[in-house]
T-cell receptor
Framework: AQSVTQLDSQVPVFEEAPVELRCNYSSSVSVYLFWYVQYPNQGLQLLLKYLSGSTLVKGINGFEAEFNKSQTSFHLRKPSVHISDTAEYFCAVDFYGGSQGNLIFGKGTKLSVKP | KAGVTQTPRYLIKTRGQQVTLSCSPISGHRSVSWYQQTPGQGLQFLFEYFSETQRNKGNFPGRFSGRQFSNSRSEMNVSTLELGDSALYLC??????????????FGEGSRLTVL
């Protein structure tokens, strides 16, 4: 079955430090890739997406992600985090022809930014 | 432009009861998807409706059902509630169904507690 793995459930980091949140998916078929962010008591908001073209995509709030087809990964990065980036981040994959619905989500990574 | 609206935001039910949750998508969006979010399982796809037709369904028992009205508003129903149904139920809308941009716009969710 198709799956999305976020390797770290929690990532603590100090303010202004760089951060990388990792995401791997199970299949090498054609995919669309997404990162969503969820702030406390809110729904999910799209950070960025990869549909085609350049493998490095830039999103909102200074985040970027790189698609690596050979490693089936789509890691999220930010060079300098802020306290306001504290939230839960979800990687999501649209597997072409998948039967489980439009998007399959990873279990999330809680980013905690400390002063 | 109004976002995705879910009602009620919070509700408490007892085992054996049933519950109906409502979702109003962004104006012009014809696709509505429902997800269940729990700490242990993360985000799990329930079903998707497009133009009043169920397009996809996740691996949930028949106690979980949904429908979509001609104005694209959607409802989901859970009958014979179990303790394990306690979760945040998220609704997401998008312009199109299927493998389009895949971008989902989420509501803030309905938090269901089953006692």
């Amino acid at each position: 079955a198709q799956s999305v793995t976020q390797l770290d459930s929690q990532v603590p980091v100090f303010e202004e430090a760089p951060v990388e949140l990792r995401c791997n998916y199970s299949s090498s078929v054609s995919v669309y890739l997404f990162w969503y962010v969820q702030y406390p008591n809110q729904g999910l908001q799209l950070l960025l997406k990869y549909l085609s073209g350049s493998t490095l995509v830039k999103g909102i709030n200074g985040f970027e992600a790189e698609f690596n087809k050979s490693q089936t990964s789509f890691h999220l990065r930010k060079p300098s985090v802020h306290i306001s980036d504290t939230a839960e981040y979800f990687c999501a994959v649209d597997f072409y022809g998948g039967s489980q619905g439009n998007l399959i989500f990873g279990k999330g990574t809680k980013l905690s930014v400390k002063p | 432009k109004a976002g995705v609206t879910q009602t009620p935001r919070y509700l408490i039910k007892t085992r054996g009861q049933q519950v109906t949750l409502s979702c109003s998508p962004i104006s012009g969006h014809r696709s509505v998807s429902w997800y269940q979010q729990t700490p242990g399982q993360g985000l799990q796809f329930l079903f998707e409706y497009f133009s009043e037709t169920q397009r996809n369904k996740g691996n949930f028992p028949g106690r979980f059902s949904g429908r979509q009205f001609s104005n694209s508003r959607s409802e989901m129903n859970v009958s014979t509630l179990e303790l394990g149904d306690s979760a945040l139920y998220l609704c997401a809308s998008s312009l199109r169904s299927g493998r389009a941009t895949g971008e989902l716009f989420f509501g803030e969710g309905s938090r269901l507690t089953v006692l």
